[in-house]
């Protein structure tokens, strides 16, 4: 099983960016498809972005589209989500996951229960 590091949260201004990385141990990680979840306080973990373990195909929660975007960069085990234009409502503690699969469709994986590896998140907090 993978161990996934998030890192990259804070402090940001509305309409400002930040980039969050999701670090994993393990080569196999750059087999995995990968999603970044979001939870605000006393609110459910919610989908933002997936991407498949390529980085050909992605998926976007309608709330991000346009301004989030997910990459990877599997040299360095590592996904990203570049944060821009970032509103007060995407203030919550930022997950990401993943899950030794195959023969997936990425655009079906938005749920918390289709991933089985999680970090520990980090907190972006957007002031207006």
């Known amino acids: 099983q993978v161990q996934l590091v998030e890192s990259g949260g804070g402090l940001v201004q509305a309409g400002g960016s930040l980039r969050l990385s999701c670090e994993a141990s393990?080569?196999?990680?750059?087999?995995?498809?990968v999603g970044w979840f979001r939870q605000a306080p006393g609110k459910e973990r919610d989908f933002v972005a997936a991407i498949t373990w390529s980085g050909r195909d992605t998926v976007y929660a309608d709330s991000v589209k346009g301004r989030f975007s997910i990459s990877r960069d599997n040299t360095k085990n590592t996904v990203y989500l570049q944060m821009n234009t970032p509103e007060p409502e995407d203030t919550a503690i930022y997950y990401c996951?993943?899950?030794?699969?195959?023969?997936?469709?990425?655009?079906?994986?938005?749920?918390?229960?289709?991933?089985?590896?999680w970090g520990q998140g980090t907190q972006v907090t957007v002031s207006s």
């Open positions: 393990g080569r196999a990680f750059s087999t995995y498809p």
């Open positions: 996951a993943s899950r030794p699969v195959i023969g997936y469709t990425i655009s079906t994986m938005t749920q918390p229960s289709d991933f089985s590896s």
